[in-house]
């Protein structure tokens, strides 16, 4: 065994470890002691998965077997671990990112009880156990036990608070919309098992001669199903924007490192099976896109600050499933990795808004904390120039790599895709200039106390700002100084079988360069109009109308699946509970009882005590039992 199998299941064991350690001494342990255990499992994590990123730069992969986790005689899946290419970057991602939100944390709960204070972070211990079981699974049985584990400890970070019925709610809509996605990933599961006898990646994937054109395009629609609702896209995505009920880094957790990434992990895994089933592909395509702009449309009058960077998650999130929908998976791994380091800065940039702001979030009531807030104030900017897409900054290469392919399989597609990303730029440097630019509308009491963050929220900030700025260089295209696409040539083994079969797109240097050109021209000139027109922002009582009212209702959504959906499976819960369990079943056995209690009481007025009454009953008796005998 080598050296990486005998080390990496220590990967998901550690924070395994801390969640156990965490919640079972919660009432002991001090705060600093909590801490330390929750970040420092996560950060021994992130060490040992740059080990086996190293180890399989080299094209080297790995597969442990534990224990046979289902053995009968049709069916053999292992307990296995798999480290490639596509597991070693997310491992990075999601320990990376992870331990930086658990150190900050450390400061943002610092209010807490002690013991509320370990239990948080036993919850996002956990959390984390639980992607990294998803990403180290080397079959879809261990993938879903992963997929599961994240769906759990979203309701619990999301409902943490459980005091406020609100965020109770907000957590029970996580669970259920994700638990709809889960079943279409379920079927999809038995399927290749009813199919293949087999659920594990390498057998899967090299027998698909034996799956028929409609069984891959109904495995792919059904795996499409679940991740439409663990990555929030149309119509599962309304829960995510209501995850913000959680805490401030909770957000950041799902959006960056964890929940959120998993389907598009899964489809980037299964890339063999979507490349072969050209009609899930349009259909993945055509959902990620209208995900990007519905939810970027939104985006545009939100006044709650983490709603913005919510409905901004939703609208990323459908840039990468349009990769993924055009074939180019690299792209859409890329995004991955730079949207981890922009959207974990984004969100605990505004948590260290919040917290200076004593809890307000409404944008509205911000303005000029650029000068209270330096350090925020400029890393939330580069996060913002990131997520625009502006050069050289790490989401111009992943973003501009995403419309690029997609132009070669779809122009109108691209041109739909510019739009969001004009969209991006503006409603994004609205939120910054609404934020940090002209003067205070807060409380004089909110401005008295505004200051910068301590420094375990900066140094975290600090980091992925860099990383926001230099992550994407990894990605650069050969155009640009005949620049060498690391992160592809890293990749290319996890997606030789799709290259294979279909070509990587190939446009003219001019070409791109031009379609480069008009992204970032456009998208500059919606980010200069949005600093000139909230930079000197002034709140007002006038009532949004027409379309900003729909925006800012999002497109009524949730009213629409109120009526059509949670009203009437209401009315027949209400007419199950009263007619049928009520009425029926309940009325059945209550009928049985009153029925034996009264034959009991009018059986009881035979028991008279007369003598003469017992001997005619005797003899009516003895009558009765001739005629019986008689006749038969």
């Known amino acids: 065994m080598s050296n990486v199998l005998q080390m990496v299941w220590l990967i998901p ?12 001494g919660r009432k002991q342990l001090s705060k600093i002691m909590a801490g330390l255990i929750g970040s420092g499992t996560v950060f021994i994590s992130f060490l040992i998965s740059t080990y ?49 939100i658990h150190v900050y944390s450390t400061a943002y709960m610092h209010d807490e009880e002690p013991k509320d204070f370990a239990k948080y972070f036993s919850f996002l211990n956990l959390f984390i156990f639980s992607m990294l079981l998803l990403v180290m699974g080397a079959n879809y049985v261990i993938m879903f036990i992963g997929w599961e584990g994240v769906g759990l400890c979203s309701y619990l970070l999301i409902g943490y608070w459980f005091k406020n019925t609100n965020y109770n709610i907000a957590a029970k809509k996580a669970f259920i919309m994700n638990r709809i996605g889960d079943i279409g990933f379920l079927l999809a599961v038995f399927w290749l098992i009813s199919k293949l006898g087999t659920a594990d990646y390498h057998q899967v994937f090299s027998h698909t001669f034996k799956l028929t054109l409609t069984d891959i395009t109904g495995i792919t629609l059904l795996l499409f199903v679940g991740a439409m609702g663990k990555s929030a896209q149309i119509p599962l995505y309304t829960w995510l924007p209501d995850a913000m009920a959680g805490p401030t880094p909770v957000s950041a957790l799902i959006h960056a490192a964890t929940m959120v990434t998993a389907g598009i992990y899964m489809i980037a895994r299964s890339n ?12 993945v395509a055509t959902i990620g896109l209208s995900t990007a702009i519905v939810a970027a449309t939104i ?54 808004v919040i917290h200076a702001m004593n809890g307000q979030q409404d944008i509205r009531n911000m303005g000029g904390l650029k000068k209270h807030m330096p350090i925020t104030h400029v890393t939330f900017l580069l996060a913002c120039l990131a997520i625009a897409g502006m050069p050289p900054f790490s989401g111009f290469f992943s973003k501009d790599e995403i419309l690029a392919a997609t132009f070669d399989k779809n122009s109108l597609f691209w041109g739909v895709g510019v739009a969001g990303a004009i969209l991006t730029a503006f409603y994004m440097f609205r939120l910054y ?13 909110q401005e008295h106390h505004l200051h910068e963050s301590s420094k375990a ?36 083994p996890i997606f030789a079988q799709s290259s294979a079969i279909t070509e990587k797109y190939s446009l003219a240097y001019s070409t791109e360069f031009i379609l480069m050109g008009i992204s970032v021209a456009a998208s500059l ?40 959906i949670i009203k009437p499976v209401q009315l027949i819960a209400k007419y199950l509970n009263t007619v049928v369990e009520k009425k029926g079943i309940d009325g059945f056995v209550n009928g049985v009882g009153k029925a034996v209690n009264y034959s009991s009481r009018q059986i009881r ?24 005998q008689l006749f038969l």
Do not use: C
């Open 525 to 564: 000139i919606a980010l200069f109009y949005a600093l000139i027109k909230f930079s000197k922002y002034q709140k007002t009582d006038t009532a949004e109308n027409g379309i900003g009212k729909i925006l800012a209702n999002k497109w009524y959504v949730d009213e629409l699946y109120d009526v059509i």
């Open 52 to 100: 086996a990123f190293y180890n399989v730069k080299n094209g080297n992969t790995h597969v442990a077997h534990y224990f046979d986790f289902i053995n009968i005689s049709t069916l053999k899946i292992g307990f296995d671990f798999q480290i490639d290419q596509l597991s070693s970057v997310f491992l990075l991602i999601i320990t990376g990112v992870g331990f930086l």
């Open 433 to 445: 200039a609404m934020t940090f630019l002209g003067k205070f509308r807060g409380t004089h009491e």
């Open 299 to 352: 985006a545009l009058k939100q006044n709650d600050i983490k709603k913005v960077l919510a409905y901004s998650t939703v609208s990323q999130l459908g840039y990468m499933f349009l990769a993924l929908g055009v074939g180019a998976y690299t792209g859409a791994v890329f995004h991955v990795m730079t949207h981890a380091f922009f959207k974990a800065l984004l969100f605990l940039g505004a948590g260290s």
């Open 457 to 492: 929220i900066t140094i975290p900030l600090i980091i992925l700002a860099v990383l926001s700025v230099i992550g994407g260089w990894v990605g650069i295209p050969e155009i640009f100084m005949h620049g060498g696409h690391r992160i592809e040539e890293f990749l290319a």
């Open 13 to 24: 064991a550690l924070p395994l470890i801390g969640f156990f350690v965490l919640g079972l």
């Open 605 to 628: 007025l035979l028991q008279t005590g007369q003598v003469g009454t017992y001997v005619l009953m005797m003899v009516l008796g003895i009558l009765i039992f001739f005629i019986i």
């Open 272 to 283: 063999i099976l979507y490349t072969m089933a050209p009609v899930t592909q349009t259909v």
